[in-house]
């Protein structure tokens, strides 16, 4: 693990760029008319609407069937945690080409917009968060942090204020710029076509439940505990960390995201490669992170210091840190 003990103020200085400062003011407040993008509006609604369909039909699948469908939810989830949020999004640690290639594929079948554009957003998220440049800003709901803001035109401020940040390091990974490329391809074949074929292929299910259940039910049970991550994950929560932000410890939120709903530590500390002081507790991919790191396909995971946190939790946060 890289030492990152030659200093607090280093370390902040090095990493300070993704940190939410309340002094970066972007321009003042601007209200501008919300344009509904009334094709996503119906696109999500059939999709829901066959999500829930899709519940009626576990008592018929094969027990193999919903195995399968939870492989899906736990790969296409570590796309997005482990490669387009903890990899890509912050560079808390290295992968090497493989265990990139894998992220990359996990990522599409979560079909939640290529890593380039997810991480772009992310990046935003963080130095402008519960702002009008926020592309999911949490100030204006619940409904819009959590799927709202894909529904709408983005606010002006957001591509303002985005093409202020730096993603060289994005256009540098070929990985990432290839899967940019064969996005849509790649998304019909990993997010829909393999889950809902296999089964059929292997064990004889049929093309409907295999259609249904690891390819609608688990592409949205994925994207929605993602959103909640933007939504309850901002409003609910303790911030032992900051309390001065807005992003909360929600153990619901960390359950269903396999490790990303410690998001006041999160804010606070974004380039930990662990988004939590508390290890491998309702954080699979920490685990699956330091896995790979055991096989040799990962390196270099930045943590913040014990010493750095508790400083911190007693100078900003609201008086619930624990440290176990
Ligand atoms: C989805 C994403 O669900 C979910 C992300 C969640 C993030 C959560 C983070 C939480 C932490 C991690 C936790 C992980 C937990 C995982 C748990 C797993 C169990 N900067 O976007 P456009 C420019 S997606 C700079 O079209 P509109 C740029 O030039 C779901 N520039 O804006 C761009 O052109 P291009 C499936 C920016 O027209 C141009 O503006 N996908 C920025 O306002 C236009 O951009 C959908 O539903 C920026 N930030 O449209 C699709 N942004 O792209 C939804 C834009 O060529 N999206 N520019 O570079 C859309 O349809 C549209 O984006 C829109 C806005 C209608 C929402
Ligand atoms: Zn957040
Ligand atoms: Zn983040």
Redesign the pocket.
Known sequence: MRDMSNGPTALLEDECDLVHTPTNSHSPRRDVPR?V?W??VV??SVLHAAAVYSLLLIPSASPYTLLWTLFC??F???G??AG??RLW?HRSYKASLPLRIFLALGNSM????DI???S??????HKYSETDAD??NATRGFFFSH?G???????PD??????K?E?TDLKNDRVVMIQKRFYKSSVVVLCFVIPAVLPWFLWAESLSVGFFLPAILRYT???N??????SA?HMWGNRPYDVNINPRENRFVAF?????GF?NY?HTFPYDYG?SEFGYKLNFTTWFIDFMCVLGLAKDRRRVPVELVMARAKRTGDGSHRSG
């Open positions: 344009v993008v094709r996503n696109l999500m939810f736990v296409s989830a570590l997005i945690t387009a949020h999004s979560a079909f939640q917009n380039y554009e997810w772009r957003d992310h990046r935003v998220h592309p999911h799927i803001w894909l529904l709408v035109r983005k606010h957001v591509i303002e204020n985005g093409k940040l993603f049970l994925v994207l505990a993602t959103w909640l991550v933007n994950a269903s995201a396999i490790g990303e998001h999160h988004t």
